[in-house]
């Protein structure tokens, strides 16, 4: 689905006052505080209940059995957390920028489908049974697919609505793969049932150290085009007259969106909604200006996913809830309430 922003929406930000800029950075101090927050929630809370003494005798002395819990499971899952909440953040900002559509996610171009079919060929036809390497195919699928879309879309001459149509018919397609194979590999479906659903229960400081230069690349890269993205929410002709140049910013965004989105499909799973949810509320309060939209998105998406991984450990205990079945159980409602009121919105 495909909504173009408001004209009000379009214009790039002209120097806010200095009151709301001061509003603004503090906010985004007090969002780095709830950051930190939910991130010790994440290493205090665990479907194991540990007393907060021996949390932080785990996680300071590294010793023992909470040693192993503390640090060997909770301070890495948190960290992964922390890393693919502010790339699926990221994605998903620059996407809504590059398409204007404020509802769309990194789903909407086909990379989350692009991992999840990589590695269902991965498992089915090549027998890859370990996560470090399930990491390499997700990545490797979401950057083919990636560049599919923008060579479907048109590449130089790609277009906001080339761009999603493409990636929507790509996700269509590959759906049709992964439902094919499972049908006929139920070997296949049982090894990548967990996989699927999206969670953050297999952290490893492996799996972190091989996707971070991704996390790190991706994230600069989003963070330094928010100018030229700013200048082409007001359209083409006016951007060019700005000295935008559409298609490398194009280029660059998909770029972006791909790595970082990759990176967040390849460690986690697909997970759904965290792109989606926050980009478009913290523009409510930020304006359309993607340079505090970014910073926003970044910090604000790991609150969201680390508390909802915090969410499923709490509420199926002994067991957990996988953190792609909360963010899709909390996020559904959510975009319902979305669409309803920017439709209300265009009446």
């Given at each position: 689905?495909?909504?173009?922003?408001?004209?009000?929406?379009?214009?790039?930000?002209?120097?806010?006052?200095?009151?709301?800029?001061?509003?603004?950075?503090?906010?985004?101090?007090?969002?780095?505080?709830?950051?930190?927050?939910?991130?010790?929630?994440?290493?205090?809370?665990?479907?194991?209940?540990?007393?907060?003494?021996?949390?932080?005798?785990?996680?300071?002395?590294?010793?023992?059995?909470?040693?192993?819990?503390?640090?060997?499971?909770?301070?890495?899952?948190?960290?992964?957390?922390?890393?693919?909440?502010?790339?699926?953040?990221?994605?998903?900002?620059?996407?809504?920028?590059?398409?204007?559509?404020?509802?769309?996610?990194?789903?909407?171009?086909?990379?989350?489908?692009?991992?999840?079919?990589?590695?269902?060929?991965?498992?089915?036809?090549?027998?890859?049974?370990?996560?470090?390497?399930?990491?390499?195919?997700?990545?490797?699928?979401?950057?083919?697919?990636?560049?599919?879309?923008?060579?479907?879309?048109?590449?130089?001459?790609?277009?906001?609505?080339?761009?999603?149509?493409?990636?929507?018919?790509?996700?269509?397609?590959?759906?049709?793969?992964?439902?094919?194979?499972?049908?006929?590999?139920?070997?296949?479906?049982?090894?990548?049932?967990?996989?699927?659903?999206?969670?953050?229960?297999?952290?490893?400081?492996?799996?972190?150290?091989?996707?971070?230069?991704?996390?790190?690349?991706?994230?600069?890269?989003?963070?330094?085009?928010?100018?030229?993205?700013?200048?082409?929410?007001?359209?083409?002709?006016?951007?060019?007259?700005?000295?935008?140049?559409?298609?490398?910013?194009?280029?660059?965004?998909?770029?972006?969106?791909?790595?970082?989105?990759?990176?967040?499909?390849?460690?986690?799973?697909?997970?759904?909604?965290?792109?989606?949810?926050?980009?478009?509320?913290?523009?409510?309060?930020?304006?359309?200006?993607?340079?505090?939209?970014?910073?926003?998105a970044a910090i604000l998406s790991p609150v969201l996913l680390l508390g909802a991984d915090v969410l499923g450990r709490i509420v199926a205990r002994p067991s957990e809830?996988?953190?792609?079945?909360?963010?899709?159980?909390?996020?559904?409602?959510?975009?319902?309430?979305?669409?309803?009121?920017?439709?209300?919105?265009?009446?």
């Amino acid at each position: 689905m495909l909504v173009d922003s408001p004209p009000e929406q379009r214009a790039e930000t002209a120097p806010a006052p200095p009151k709301r800029q001061a509003i603004r950075a503090v906010g985004l101090l007090v969002s780095v505080v709830i950051l930190v927050v939910v991130a010790l929630a994440s290493i205090a809370i665990g479907a194991k209940d540990l007393p907060l003494d021996q949390v932080w005798h785990g996680l300071f002395h590294d010793s023992g059995t909470y040693g192993d819990i503390v640090v060997g499971e909770r301070l890495s899952r948190t960290v992964l957390g922390l890393l693919a909440g502010a790339a699926l953040g990221l994605a998903g900002a620059v996407l809504q920028a590059l398409t204007r559509n404020p509802l769309a996610d990194p789903g909407l171009l086909g990379i989350n489908a692009g991992a999840s079919a990589a590695v269902v060929t991965a498992i089915t036809f090549l027998g890859v049974t370990s996560l470090s390497g399930y990491v390499w195919f997700a990545f490797l699928g979401a950057a083919a697919v990636g560049a599919l879309v923008w060579f479907l879309g048109g590449s130089r001459g790609a277009t906001p609505v080339r761009l999603a149509l493409a990636g929507t018919a790509i996700s269509a397609a590959l759906f049709g793969y992964l439902q094919a194979v499972m049908i006929m590999d139920d070997a296949a479906l049982g090894r990548m049932r967990f996989w699927t659903v999206g969670s953050l229960s297999s952290a490893t400081d492996d799996i972190i150290v091989e996707v971070l230069p991704f996390f790190v690349a991706g994230s600069v890269l989003a963070l330094a085009l928010a100018r030229p993205l700013n200048a082409m929410e007001m359209g083409d002709d006016t951007a060019k007259a700005l000295g935008a140049n559409l298609n490398r910013t194009r280029a660059l965004s998909m770029l972006a969106a791909t790595v970082l989105c990759g990176a967040a499909t390849a460690a986690c799973g697909p997970i759904v909604f965290v792109g989606l949810m926050v980009p478009h509320i913290v523009r409510s309060f930020t304006g359309p200006d993607l340079r505090w939209i970014l910073p926003y998105a970044a910090i604000l998406s790991p609150v969201l996913l680390l508390g909802a991984d915090v969410l499923g450990r709490i509420v199926a205990r002994p067991s957990e809830l996988q953190v792609g079945i909360v963010t899709a159980v909390l996020g559904g409602p959510v975009f319902i309430y979305l669409v309803r009121r920017r439709r209300t919105a265009q009446l």
